[in-house]
């Protein structure tokens, strides 16, 4: 009865990636290891999405969703994993984005993780992963990502996009250029935000769906390895502008993977930032556990409050505060982080 029971499994599994078995470069054989696979993405918005969708799809074996951020109406042009109703109750991006793909992969491990990436927690969350894939929208984040990959010889693939321009890169420690190589320092052009330029879904969808091909080389490993690609890779899917940019070799010198100095990692907690496009301060508590029962009815006096059981949402005109478990905050309203500091204080806690 066993084998009958594997062999009915093996058809299923073979049927289900039948397409994907067919293509010479993955086979049967290249399959069948994707299920071992384990893929950090961190940061869940559109590029993250993208990501998390086509590589679910294809049958890596494990997802851990990483993403501090919870759903808004904004983000449905482009955030592909999310739905109205995810909007509606303001559901953390990776908890929606964990539900999506189990519904049409059950057969995979999607791990949400509630939590935005800085130094004391990213070893946490990265530990026992094969592949970071990029998911996020800012450098500081980045370069920490590249710290702690250079570090732990980890490959991983920077991924971004803004307007119409989308741009990837491969790191593989110790054989490739790494992001500090590249860019020794944040790139001007690259800190135009989604509020300055806007952002197209399709420029998105094209730099996704390039990273996650090269994230499946690095899972496949063998021949797979022979095409990954050694360039800065970009594209323009208004102007069809693109370039691509020698980086198979480590630049000589380089802080990261030269002199193996991981400021980055080392770093001290990261200050109140403001977020991407957003009118909006985070507050990086994560050591103050927030009961959202008791939050609930001291705040109702104050404004209009509510909760579930991933975030609790406070307005008091002009400010929307949305508050973690972990007691991190978003406050909405305002780019001042002194002013959203002084928010938190008076509302949560000092
Ligand atoms: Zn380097």
């Known amino acids: 009865m066993t084998s009958l029971r594997q062999g009915a499994e093996k058809d299923k599994f073979e049927e289900r990636y039948s397409r994907q078995i067919l293509f010479r470069g993955i086979g049967v054989e290249g399959q069948r290891r994707l299920p071992a696979g384990r893929v950090a ?26 993403d501090r951020d919870y759903v808004e109406a904004s983000n449905l042009q482009r955030q592909s994993l999310f739905e109205e109703q995810d909007a509606a109750e303001s559901l953390p991006k ?10 049409f992969n059950s057969e995979i491990v999607a791990e949400p993780r509630v939590e935005d990436v800085i130094p004391q927690n990213v070893e946490d969350l990265l530990e026992g992963m094969d592949v970071i894939l990029d998911g996020t929208d800012n450098f500081e984040t980045r370069y920490l990502l590249n710290d702690y990959a250079v570090k732990n010889s980890l ?6 996009a803004v307007g119409s321009y989308g741009v990837t890169l491969n790191v593989v420690p110790g054989k490739t250029a790494c992001l500090a190589c590249i860019f020794p320092d944040t ?5 135009e935000t989604c509020e300055t330029s806007g952002i197209l879904n399709t420029a ?6 390039v990273a996650a091909t090269e994230a499946l080389k690095l899972l496949l490993g063998g021949k797979a390895l022979e095409h990954l690609r050694q360039t800065l890779w970009s594209l323009d899917v208004w102007t069809n502008e693109r370039a691509e940019i020698a980086a198979g070799k480590p630049r000589a010198g380089c802080r990261a993977c ?3 100095d ?6 001290e907690g990261r200050p109140h930032i403001t977020m991407c496009g957003r009118n909006s301060v985070q507050i990086h508590e994560r050591a103050r556990p927030v009961d959202f029962a008791e939050m ?15 975030v609790l949402k406070f307005w008091r005109e002009p400010y929307e505060m949305t508050l973690f478990p972990d007691g991190r905050a978003i406050i909405k309203g305002t780019t001042d982080t002194g002013v959203a500091r002084s928010l938190y204080a008076r509302y949560v806690g000092s």
């Open 155 to 160: 490959p991983w693939v920077y991924a971004a």
């Open 296 to 310: 609930q009815r001291r705040l109702e006096t104050l404004g209009i409050v509510r909760h579930n059981e991933f």
């Open 258 to 260: 030269g002199e193996r």
């Open 41 to 66: 993405i961190v940061g869940c918005g559109a590029t993250g999405s993208a990501l998390a969708s086509l590589l679910a799809r294809a049958g890596v074996g494990t997802l851990r969703i990483i």
């Open 187 to 191: 790139p001007r052009g690259m800190v």
């Open 94 to 103: 990776a908890i929606a984005a964990a539900r999506r793909i189990s519904a």
């Open 262 to 267: 991981f400021v980055h990692l080392a770093g």
């Open 204 to 209: 998105v969808n094209v730099v996704a769906s």
